[in-house]
């Protein structure tokens, strides 16, 4: 099976309003609540595929048995969550009516103790020799370790497990010493990771720094990918029109799900591209448009670049 | 004992950002979580003053649950609520940390069944012949007919208990109908209700249409009150920085608790301008400052106004 790691789960929340005024009063008019948090998107995606997925991470509260109970719902995904005492976050995006625009408010997440900390970490000890591939996704909820996507990346390599890991700041410069053969960071992180706005340069530095392959999601430009067997860029076919949220989750699933598979790089991102951009088109994160995923698979443009450049 | 119905209960939930821009994302550096609706925002603050209360409505869901665990947890509020399936709504408020200002979103509440409004009519039936008085508060949730009030205005009516009605729009404007014993609209509400802006005309036209007495809450400039024993205006000593939400929920506890004691209109406006003050020196709604309170209550101006004007 696919493992997915999530140590700040959240119940995501979307409020649609007419349309967000700071300092008034809006009535919401529809609310949708989902499981989430991105190595739960991850795994919806990938229990959507067909393959073999179990989530573990960190839940717990009200929220957490709404997010657990959801999960459920979304038939596929093996929930091993390690439960805690407080209360899994909310995410909470308000949707303009008018502009079809996106406001994000994320809660920090709840204190971890340090015993459920450790108690997390003999589960992924449990888990990991069942797995062919591992992902680390998101934000670190607070009394977690600045350096613990580290830790849990010396212990899948240490199995033989490969590990990929999406997360930004501090938890990603320490998570890549630890040699992750794959991180997938989106433009802001790779720029606030590297120093440098420039992709190209910036996949390459983020190399040097321990990532084995890079792949960097870039919106709209799809996707650079600086890996030991070569350079690719990968594009949709156009501009598409939707919901972003979740794009680079589905991306993550790509990946992932093609590596399990023992596809080369090309094979990687074509799925990756092509299940983003039909994440982008699906309403929700951690939902894509299946139709549209396999005409989109055909249709993406993966690219070799000249090392050289 | 007083009693406060509260239909569309709420989980209220405070986010404190930096600064909310539309369209942009935002972490939440402080998450608070309080009981709310009108009704149960009123029983809290006439808890605290030492009077016994009780609260009925509607809630239920893990919302519900959170809602009822606050309850019992900020002491002297009987838990009369009726259990509803759907789940109690979220409000959520957006506290600027820059300007202090506030932005709200309003969730419209659980779709109540009509067994379950059935069995609300019958928990008020048993509950009105201990009260001494009765508050009516707050929006209506799906479902619930929206002449509710006006029939629970009746049924109080009939038993001899006063009751006052603090709602707007529709049910107001039904509810009003039924001669509730008073109303305190704000000044948006009032103009809602009559189409006038000038408070003194409007507040006369509401007892024309059928309220016995009229306390308008006017914000900064105070309470206006048109009642069958005269014309009052009341104002705290000076303008007051802080958090208006939940000011008029205190000026209902205000006017409540001294027509329990049997108090004249003077003292009636005198601790509801004094409570709704110490509430906006408060950090949250259902909440006030009790030194406060007893300095305003001596300092508040309730002045006569000429009935010809």
């Known amino acids: 099976m ?8 959240a119940l995501d929340i979307t409020y649609r309003v007419r349309s967000l005024r700071p300092h008034a009063e809006h009535r919401v008019s529809e609310v949708v609540e989902r499981p989430g948090g991105k190595g739960v998107n991850v795994a919806r995606v ?27 719902a979304s038939a596929g995904v093996t929930d091993a969550l390690v439960t805690v005492t407080g209360a899994t976050r909310r995410t909470v995006a308000v949707m303009d ?21 450790s108690g997390f970490l003999r589960a992924y000890d449990a888990l990991l020799p069942d797995a062919s591939a591992v992902a680390l996704c998101g934000s670190l909820p607070p009394g977690v370790p600045v350096g613990a996507y ?7 390599r240490s199995a033989g497990v490969p590990v990929l890991l999406d997360t930004g700041g501090e938890p990603l410069r320490r998570g890549i010493a630890a040699r992750p053969d794959i991180i997938k960071p989106n433009a802001s992180e790779l720029a606030e990771l590297t120093g440098s706005h420039e992709p190209a340069r910036a996949t390459r530095d983020a190399r040097r720094r321990g990532a084995q392959a890079v792949v960097a999601s870039l919106g709209p430009d799809g996707l650079l990918a600086e ?5 690719w860029r990968a594009a949709p076919p156009g501009r598409l029109r939707g919901n972003p949220a979740g794009a680079g989750d589905a991306a993550v699933a790509g990946v992932l799900s093609a590596l399990v598979d023992g596809r080369p790089w090309p094979d990687r991102l074509a799925r990756a591209t092509a299940l983003s951009a039909a994440a982008v088109l ?7 448009d299946p139709a549209a995923y ?4 055909d249709e993406a443009a993966v690219t070799e670049e000249d090392p050289a450049a």
Chains 1, 2 share one sequence.
């Open 227 to 231: 890996t030991p067997e070569g350079r």
């Open 150 to 156: 580290a830790g849990l990346i010396r212990v899948a």
């Open 46 to 72: 990938l229990a959507a595929l067909g393959y073999e997925v179990t989530a573990t991470g960190l839940a717990g509260g009200p929220t957490g048995r709404l997010l657990r109970d959801g999960l459920a």
């Open 294 to 297: 396999e005409r989109l698979l």
């Open 2 to 9: 696919i493992l997915t790691v999530t140590l700040n789960t």
């Open 282 to 288: 699906a309403p929700a994160a951690g939902e894509f």
């Open 97 to 117: 009516e008018l502009t079809g625009d996106t406001t994000q408010l994320n809660e920090p997440g709840p204190h971890i103790t340090p015993a459920e900390w």
